[in-house]
């Protein structure tokens, strides 16, 4: 790797890097080991149908984390395991809470009173 323009060059150091780079073969698969790892050390359960999937029950509640490359969707039925979890994974991660879920995977997701519609109008338009 090169120094980026404009940064004085430290003769006989070495740069750390904050972030992962993309681009690398083995990145997102490093990244999803050390949040399996994380996870699993905080008592959740990886699917064995599905490895993008964790679940933890704990008495009435369940908490539910799905990855989708380097996207995570999570419900809970604990407010606190969900702000737990949200603090851990932004100690090790830094990652931002982008609020209620509207749009995954070309599915439209609406918040209604007594519960939540999963609908495919706006690809259907798009197709049209």
């Known amino acids: ?8 060059y430290p003769y006989n150091k ?3 890097l904050q972030k992962s780079l993309y681009g690398l ?8 080991s050390k949040l399996a790892n994380l996870l ?7 699917s064995k149908h599905d490895y993008s999937l964790f679940l ?9 984390i799905a990855v989708y490359v380097d996207d995570i969707l999570i419900t809970s039925s604990n407010l606190v395991a969900f702000q737990l979890l949200k603090h851990n994974l932004h100690a090790a991660f830094g990652i ?3 609020g209620l879920l509207h749009y995954f995977l070309q599915f439209e997701i609406s918040h209604l009173h007594d519960g939540v519609t999963l609908t495919k109008r ?7």
């Open 56 to 64: 933890q029950s704990f008495a009435q509640h369940l908490t539910i």
């Open 1 to 8: 790797m090169k120094m980026p323009k404009g940064l004085p």
């Open 40 to 46: 699993k050390n905080q008592g959740y359960t990886q």
């Open 25 to 32: 073969k083995q990145a997102s698969r490093q990244w999803h």
């Open 14 to 16: 070495v740069c750390k």
């Open 122 to 128: 706006k690809f259907t338009q798009d197709l049209l």
């Open 96 to 98: 931002k809470d982008l």
